[in-house]
T-cell receptor, first 112, second 110 residues
């Protein structure tokens, strides 16, 4: 089992550029979560999907952030335009029913 | 919004010592989870507690859920350098997103 796969692992971009983060959940899992982690705010839930449908996006900081899950094996988190305050580690996690959430290794985003 | 407060924020102790870290909330949680996160990796689940007063042991780690299901503690006996990491508590979960505390950064010095 490959676990949750995220790409890229590191992303450095300039302010104003579009950033796309990708996630492949564990096969068979029906829930997918996007989190953001910073020293100041800790780990925050941005959005989660159940059976590919967005259930709660109240954690998305603003309209510059968007997430999609076109199928059960792929999700993207897009930031457009990016700002320096978006710099953080972004985690994707997946789960099945009420069993534990499995986290990917994260994408470290730096916006200059 | 349900908040989880963890203490201490940072803890550095010598190998072989015992320690306890805490997770507190003013809200009741149906379940509470403890994760450990190592640098460059995502959090990994250690344990889930669901019943008020529940105690679970994982080798040298003992987890307790408060009777009112508002707080939890993690006790480590005879800490080892391999225990170093960020310990996070989280409420909720499953088909819903988790609410995380900010964590306790633990360093065990040889």
């Amino acid at each position: 089992d490959a676990g949750v796969i995220q790409s890229p692992r590191h992303e450095v971009t300039e302010m104003g550029q579009e950033v796309t983060l990708r996630c492949k959940p564990i096969s068979g899992h029906n829930s997918l979560f996007w989190y953001r982690q910073t020293m100041m705010r800790g780990l925050e839930l941005l959005i989660y999907f159940n059976n590919n449908v967005p259930i709660d996006d109240s954690g998305m900081p603003e309209d510059r952030f968007s997430a999609k899950m076109p199928n059960a094996s792929f999700s993207t988190l897009k930031i457009q335009p990016s700002e320096p305050r978006d710099s953080a580690v972004y985690f994707c996690a997946s789960s099945f029913a009420d069993v534990e959430q499995f986290f990917g290794p994260g994408t470290r985003l730096t916006v200059l | 919004t349900q908040l989880l407060e963890q203490s201490p924020q940072f803890l550095s102790i010598q190998e072989g010592e015992n320690l306890t870290v805490y997770c507190n909330s003013s809200s009741v949680f149906s379940s509470l989870q403890w994760y450990r996160q190592e640098p460059g990796e995502g959090p990994v689940l250690l344990v889930t507690v669901v019943t008020g007063g529940e105690v679970k042991k994982l080798k040298r780690l003992t987890f307790q859920f408060g009777d009112a299901r508002k707080d939890s503690s993690l006790h480590i006996t005879a800490a080892q350098p391999g225990d170093t990491g960020l310990y996070l508590c989280a409420g909720g979960g499953g088909a819903d997103g988790l609410t995380f505390g900010k964590g306790t950064h633990l360093i065990i010095q040889p």
